[in-house]
């Protein structure tokens, strides 16, 4: 599998609007569950948000609820994070993962996916 690249991070000030991508090249997309993490150094890498692999069930992390929107482009097998009302808190690399399940249970365990992108760092300034 070739790794999956992220795009779209970058600085924005508190209160702006971002939006991150991540191509991906998943020969059976729709059998993957699909997420993004975030990790800030000497933290633990934190799950954002998932989508399942059929269907438009989400799950989000508290901190982004009503502010992050995750959706995924079947066609062109893009897995895509909509980030408004950013916070200083959301600055974080940025990771998409996927995970070769048709379910997102327990979606917020790094170590149940199989397949990383390199990241993309936000950084949302106050």
């Known amino acids: 599998q070739v790794q999956p690249v992220e795009s779209g991070g970058g600085s924005v000030q508190a209160g702006g609007s971002l939006r991150l991508s991540c191509a991906t090249s998943?020969?059976?997309?729709?059998?993957?569950?699909m997420a993004w993490f975030r990790q800030v150094p000497g933290k633990e890498r934190e799950g954002v948000a998932a989508?399942?692999?059929?269907?438009?069930?989400?799950h989000y992390a508290d901190s982004v609820k009503g502010r992050f929107t995750i959706s995924r482009e079947n066609g062109n097998k893009i897995l895509s994070l909509h980030m408004s009302s950013l916070k200083p808190e959301d600055t974080a690399m940025y990771y998409c993962?996927?995970?070769?399940?048709?379910?997102?249970?327990?979606?917020?365990?790094?170590?149940?996916?199989?397949?990383w992108g390199q990241g993309t760092q936000v950084t949302v300034s106050s």
């Open positions: 993962a996927a995970r070769y399940s048709t379910s997102c249970i327990n979606w917020k365990i790094p170590q149940g996916y199989e397949i």
């Open positions: 989508i399942y692999s059929v269907g438009t069930a989400t």
């Open positions: 998943l020969f059976t997309w729709r059998t993957y569950c």
